[in-house]
């Protein structure tokens, strides 16, 4: 008898995390999307081109993970004032996460200008070098805008106003595919700029899309009440050192993650432009996939944060419970379209045999951590939603740093397994964080049930 009140509960906890999930996911499958466009337009202007943003791309992604981490400290601060009914305040959190972003906006553009250090110091092959550099100096003038970009989707998200996310990312999707093409290849009287021509159509793509979501904040009425630009503030050291409390181990947890995958590339760079461009299409795919458990982890900080700040523990724990149901389901179809249809999918991503047979190796390895990565997904953003940000920093560093890579570098540079050897390091790496995390939010949530 006790079992129905208990599958009713979980159903609708559910209900309403999908609600908030859907235009999340469909966001951030939009967002990854521009990458996978990216791929797909070097495939078709050559291996040597794919390989260059592939190195590219995995700069760039240090940039992104950065401004993600960080700026993932607005929603649960959002969430959590929204759930304890003070709306008013969440203005002054905006406006001061505005002056974050701007800062590490334009601090990640001097990086991204100056990144030729880091390809040497990978061992990057010298012929693929030029192109990358050409791509980071296109994309660099999109960071600052990605960074405000952030700060707008954070906003709207811990109010739960998810479908602008969706909205705009799919505009800028449909921006970014004539625009790339025109300036990659030429086309329509533009100068063939290669490489180079991407990273520029992504930093342009960026910056239209900033201007329709701030348009969207001064109209919406979803934010009239907020009052978002009433006002102006100078930056406060004391709400942006709140801000940074919460989103450097964050974004130091995220860089972690996203750390493993990038020095995975780039160790892979050295091996040569066939591993290189394989590599690229399979952890797009797999970037892919991982929008999902991302969009709902994104969404169960909210539903979690929603629960602090009522003060419900009960309600924090099915948030959580929903959160990981929701993603078991969603990976599990994952790794079916992984495992199944891996050939037909590496020649959509390229037109280079020697390519594409090496990527669906990948895609199946993919396959295998698909549940990993979604379980260290949902756990994480339970956790972003509690605020509790210095243990889970702890066990992602230990996880994909003690684990992952040496596990990978062990298998693929010194037994000589090459990309699938690095490939089984993801998968360890990913698994333990998977566990660990878990952990943590079942001992911690328990721990407020019981308070």
Same mark, same amino acid.
């Given at each position: 008898m006790k079992s129905v009140p208990v599958f009713h509960r979980l159903r609708n906890e559910m209900r309403a995390t999908s609600a908030l999930a859907l235009p999340l996911v469909l966001g951030q499958l939009s967002s990854m999307a521009m990458n996978v466009v990216d791929t797909i337009l070097a495939g078709r202007h050559s291996a040597l081109t794919q390989a260059a943003v592939a190195i590219g791309t995995a700069v760039w992604s240090v940039a992104i993970l950065s401004l993600i981490g960080v700026m993932m400290a607005v929603p649960p601060s959002v969430a959590q004032l929204d759930g304890a009914g003070r709306r008013l305040e969440i203005a002054s959190v905006f406006r001061q996460s505005l002056w974050l972003a701007t800062a590490m906006g334009w601090g990640l553009w001097g990086f991204l200008r100056h990144a030729d250090w880091l390809l040497a110091l990978a061992g990057v092959a010298a012929d693929v070098q030029p192109q990358a550099l050409g791509f980071l100096d296109g994309v660099s003038w999109g960071a600052p805008a990605l960074a405000l970009l952030l700060c707008f989707r954070y906003l709207s998200e811990g109010v739960s106003l998810t479908r602008p996310t969706m909205v705009i990312g799919f505009v800028g999707l449909v921006f970014l595919v004539p625009l790339g093409y025109a300036l990659m290849f030429g086309a329509w009287g533009l100068p063939e700029m290669g490489a180079r021509g991407l990273g520029l159509a992504t930093s342009l793509?960026?910056?239209?899309?900033?201007?329709?979501?701030?348009?969207?904040?001064?109209? $919406?009425? $979803?934010?009239?009440?907020?009052? /978002?630009?009433?006002?102006?503030?100078? @930056?406060?050291? &004391?709400?942006? *050192?709140?801000?940074? &409390?919460?989103g450097l181990p964050m974004g130091f947890s995220v860089f972690m993650e996203g750390g493993l995958f990038i020095a995975t590339a780039l160790i892979i760079g050295s091996l040569g432009t066939i591993p290189t461009a394989a590599h690229q299409v399979a952890v797009n795919l797999a970037s892919v996939t991982f929008m999902v458990p991302l969009g709902v982890a994104m969404a169960t900080t909210v539903r979690v944060g929603n629960a602090v700040g009522r003060g419900d523990a009960a309600g924090l724990r099915w948030a959580g419970a929903a959160g990981y149901a929701i993603t078991l389901i969603t990976q599990a179809v994952s790794a079916l379209i992984l495992l199944f249809g891996a050939p037909w999918i590496a020649t959509v991503w390229t037109s280079d045999a020697a390519v594409a047979a090496l990527a669906v190796q990948l895609m199946l390895l993919a396959a295998a951590f698909q549940f990993?990565?979604?379980?260290? *997904?949902?756990?994480?953003? *339970? /956790?972003?939603?509690? &605020?509790?940000?210095?243990? @889970?920093?702890?066990?992602?560093? /230990?996880?994909?740093? %003690?684990?992952?890579? @040496?596990?990978?570098?062990?298998?693929?540079?010194?037994? $000589?397994?090459?990309?699938?050897?690095?490939?089984?390091?993801?998968?360890? %790496?990913?698994? %333990?964080? *998977?566990?660990? /995390?878990?952990?943590?939010?079942?001992?911690?949530? &328990?721990?407020l049930l019981l308070a």
């Amino acid at each position: 008898m006790k079992s129905v009140p208990v599958f009713h509960r979980l159903r609708n906890e559910m209900r309403a995390t999908s609600a908030l999930a859907l235009p999340l996911v469909l966001g951030q499958l939009s967002s990854m999307a521009m990458n996978v466009v990216d791929t797909i337009l070097a495939g078709r202007h050559s291996a040597l081109t794919q390989a260059a943003v592939a190195i590219g791309t995995a700069v760039w992604s240090v940039a992104i993970l950065s401004l993600i981490g960080v700026m993932m400290a607005v929603p649960p601060s959002v969430a959590q004032l929204d759930g304890a009914g003070r709306r008013l305040e969440i203005a002054s959190v905006f406006r001061q996460s505005l002056w974050l972003a701007t800062a590490m906006g334009w601090g990640l553009w001097g990086f991204l200008r100056h990144a030729d250090w880091l390809l040497a110091l990978a061992g990057v092959a010298a012929d693929v070098q030029p192109q990358a550099l050409g791509f980071l100096d296109g994309v660099s003038w999109g960071a600052p805008a990605l960074a405000l970009l952030l700060c707008f989707r954070y906003l709207s998200e811990g109010v739960s106003l998810t479908r602008p996310t969706m909205v705009i990312g799919f505009v800028g999707l449909v921006f970014l595919v004539p625009l790339g093409y025109a300036l990659m290849f030429g086309a329509w009287g533009l100068p063939e700029m290669g490489a180079r021509g991407l990273g520029l159509a992504t930093s342009l793509t960026l910056w239209c899309q900033v201007i329709a979501f701030a348009l969207h904040l001064s109209r $919406g009425r $979803g934010y009239v009440d907020l009052q /978002l630009y009433a006002a102006w503030e100078w @930056p406060r050291w &004391k709400p942006i *050192a709140q801000l940074l &409390k919460i989103g450097l181990p964050m974004g130091f947890s995220v860089f972690m993650e996203g750390g493993l995958f990038i020095a995975t590339a780039l160790i892979i760079g050295s091996l040569g432009t066939i591993p290189t461009a394989a590599h690229q299409v399979a952890v797009n795919l797999a970037s892919v996939t991982f929008m999902v458990p991302l969009g709902v982890a994104m969404a169960t900080t909210v539903r979690v944060g929603n629960a602090v700040g009522r003060g419900d523990a009960a309600g924090l724990r099915w948030a959580g419970a929903a959160g990981y149901a929701i993603t078991l389901i969603t990976q599990a179809v994952s790794a079916l379209i992984l495992l199944f249809g891996a050939p037909w999918i590496a020649t959509v991503w390229t037109s280079d045999a020697a390519v594409a047979a090496l990527a669906v190796q990948l895609m199946l390895l993919a396959a295998a951590f698909q549940f990993s990565d979604g379980i260290q *997904a949902a756990s994480a953003g *339970a /956790l972003r939603g509690m &605020k509790d940000t210095r243990m @889970p920093m702890l066990i992602t560093v /230990l996880a994909y740093w %003690g684990l992952g890579m @040496p596990m990978g570098y062990w298998l693929g540079i010194v037994h $000589g397994q090459g990309a699938a050897g690095m490939w089984v390091g993801l998968i360890v %790496g990913l698994t %333990g964080a *998977a566990v660990l /995390l878990s952990w943590r939010f079942q001992v911690l949530s &328990k721990r407020l049930l019981l308070a």
